[in-house]
C-alpha cells in the first residue's frame, strides 16, 4: 500500500515556487522542488538509519527519473517539446528573413499607439480559440515587434498573451473543451447516469456562464488595455517602459532575445508574405490535422475536436510554418541553404530555456502525483462543502491545486471526478449544480495556472513575448488574484440569491471595473506616478532593441 504523505505532499511544489517568485531562478527553484520530493519519498521508503542518512543522495535519483520520465515517456509531453523547437525554429527563419519586421512596419501607421497595440493583441487573442500553445505562439510572434515600438514593457505583453490564451481555449472547439466533456462524460458513467439528460455536452455548454474565472480574465484584459489602468508590479513595469524606453528590466533574463540569439535580420525590404505564409500553413495544417484525426462518419463538431490529436496537428503545423519560410527565404534569395539550417538550429536554441523548464515542471507535477498533492487537497475540502458554497469550495480547491502542480488540465483530471458527483449530490441530482461545478473547475484551475511559475502556458507566454518568466508571474499575480476575487463574488451572489448569470455577471463585470479604476487610482498616488492613460510616447530613453 502506498503511503499517506498528507501535509508532507505539499512542500515540493510549494517551495519550487516560493523560491522561483523569491530567487527569480526558475530552474534552480524547480529543480530543487523535484530533489525535494524525491527525497521525501525515498525517507518514506527507507527502514534503517543508513538509508535515512541517505536520502539525499537517493533523491537525487527519484528526481531525475521523474525528469526522464517527463521527456520521454509521455506521448504528450514529447509532441509539446517536438512542437516548441519546431515553433522556435519557425520564428527564427521570420525574424532572419525579415517576416516580423515587415509585420510591424505594415502596421506602425495603423496601431500606432500603445493602446490600439494592447487592444489588437486582446482580439487577437480570442480569435485563436483552438489551442493555448498555438495562440501564445502566433500571436506573441506577430505583436512582439510592435509592442516594443509603442514601449510596452514585455511584462505588459505576455499578461495579455497569458490571459487570453487559455481563458478563450474553455469556450470554443478546443482541447480543451473535448478533454473536459471527457472527464464529465466518464464521471456520469461511474455515476451509472444514462442517456441524454444530462449529456456531458449539455453540462459544459450550461456551465459557460459560470466559468467566472475565464470570462473575468478575458475582460479585465479588455478594460487594462482600453483604459491604460494599471497597478501593482505592472504598474512600475509600464513606468520603467514609459520613462526610459526598456522594455524588461534591468538585469532580467528573458526566455528568448532575437537581436541577441539570432542577429539582425538578413534583409533590408522584407516582404509580409514571409510573415503571412508559413503563419497561415501553421494555422490551416494545425486546424486541418485536428479534424482529420478526430473526424469519423456522423461526429459533431464536438465530437471531432474530443477526439483529435491536437498535439500531433502542432507538430505538423509548426514543420509546415518551418518548410514555408524556408523555402520563401530560398525562393527570394535572402538566405541559402547552409545559413537557413543554422538558423533552424538556432531556432532550437531560443526554445532551449523554456523547454527545460517545462520537462523540469512536468517533473515537479510527477512528484505532485507521486506525493497524492491533489487528492490531500481535494480530500480537505471535502469537509466545507455546502450547496450554497459548493462553486468557492471547488473554485479554490482548484485554485491550490492548480497553483501547486502547474497544470490546469492536471488539476481538472483530479477535481473534476470529485466535482461532479459531489454537486449531482449535495443539488439533489440538479443538472444545474453539476454545471456550477464543472464551471469552477475551469475557473479555479486557470487561476492557479495564471499564477504558478510552473505553469506550461504560463512559461510559454514568457517565451513568446520575450519576458522574464518571474518577472511575468509577478506582475500578472495581481490581477489575476483581482479577478478570481470578483469571480467568488459572482458565485457569492448565486449561492445566497440564487439569481443566474443574468444578474450575478453584469454586477460582478461592473466591481471588476471600479476595482481596476480604484487600485490604478490608489497605487499611482502611492508611487507618486500618472495614473493617466499612457499615450505610447517614452518620456526618456530608447526603446531596448533585446
Known sequence: MAPEFGALSLVPPLLAIALAIITRRAMLSLFL??????????????????EYAATPFTGVIEAFDWIISSIGESTFQAKIIVFTFLLGAGIALLWRLGGSLAVAQFARSRVDSHRRVGIVTWLFGMVWFFDDYANTAIVGSAMKDMADNMQMSREKLAYILDSTAAPVATFGISSWVAFQIGLVQTAYENMGIQGDTPSATATFLWSIPFNVYCLFALLMVGIVVVTQRDFGEMLDAETRARRTGNVTRENANPLQSMKEDLGDPVTDNPRLRTFVFPVTVLVVVVIGGAAWTGYAPGR???????????????VWGSFGMVATALTLGLIDDHIDLEEGMETVLDGFGIMLHAVSILVLAWSIGSVATALGTGDYVTGIAEGFVSPMMLPIVILFTSAVISFSIGTSWGTMSLVTPVAVPLAWSIGNQSPEMVAVAVGAVFSGSIFGDHCSPISDTTILSSTFAGSDHIDHVRTQMYYAVTVISVATLAYLI????????????????????GLVYALSEFDANRKDVPAKPFDGTAESGTVSDD
Do not use: K, Q, R
Request: cysteine-free; aromatic content about 10%; proline content about 4%.
Open 33 to 50: 522542488g523535484v530533489w525535494i520530493g524525491g527525497a521525501i519519498v525515498a525517507g518514506a521508503a527507507a527502514d534503517t538509519v543508513l
Open 494 to 513: 448565486y449561492g445566497v440569491t440564487g439569481l443566474g448569470p443574468a444578474v450575478f455577471l453584469p454586477v460582478s463585470a461592473v466591481v471588476l471595473f
Open 300 to 314: 459533431d463538431a464536438l465530437g471531432i475536436a474530443e477526439n483529435a490529436d491536437f498535439t500531433g496537428a502542432l
